[in-house]
């Protein structure tokens, strides 16, 4: 994998990268009336860096980085997502976060090429085609760029999907469970990924993989549990 360097469009540094953060206040939010996953959480995270978000299953790991990204609305509290000096709604936060997260698909029939490009146009980039090719380069897929992505095993597609979230090279990088289905290769790129990226911005991983959170110099804990439970 080689440095790619600045692409005309996303390259550019946004204003305020290293002071990005993001935080929660008094955060909950429930499925159904009884199990809650997010409870009454109050965080916050500054870049440069990278933080672990761990727990049990349930305990709203993924729930947490889609409340964040402006995908979920939560049950109670509000969150924000500060960049360049100014708040992000949910509805822009696409703008500023990139999210890896296995709930991502791709279309079947086209290339790796083409679902990163189509996914660049869609967000309006300068240069489809060269973001397509540095974000494949990042996650050491720019041999098989021109591959259909239903040839792909699993833990290409886990890189596809890392790929994604990098194309605009945004300042907060939100990653689910990154090294699933990843063989010794895909693990390296993810390491490599975090610790070039938690160096000028920030970075949330959700993992219980004790190799991940090591990745992180600071980690949120979270404990889901049923309304009434002591826990």
Known sequence: MT???PIPGIGRPIPGMSAARVGGSKLTHRYGRRTTGVCDL???FTAPGAVAVTGPNGSGKSTLLRILAGLLRPSAGATSVHVGGRD????????VLGLATPELSFYEEFT??????????????EAPARAAAAALDQVGLATRSSDRVSAFSSGMKQ???????????????LLDEPGSHLDETGREAVRDVVARHAARG????ATNDPEEIQLAERRLELHGHRLGDPS
């Open 42 to 44: 109050d965080f916050e």
């Open 88 to 95: 992000h709604p949910p509805a822009r936060r696409r703008e």
């Open 159 to 173: 890189r596809l999907r890392l790929a994604f979230a990098l194309l605009h090279e945004p300042p907060i990088l």
């Open 112 to 125: 790796a090429t083409e679902n990163l490009v189509f996914a660049a146009e869609a967000r309006r980039l």
């Open 202 to 205: 920030l970075v949330l991983l």
């Open 3 to 5: 440095d790619a360097g």
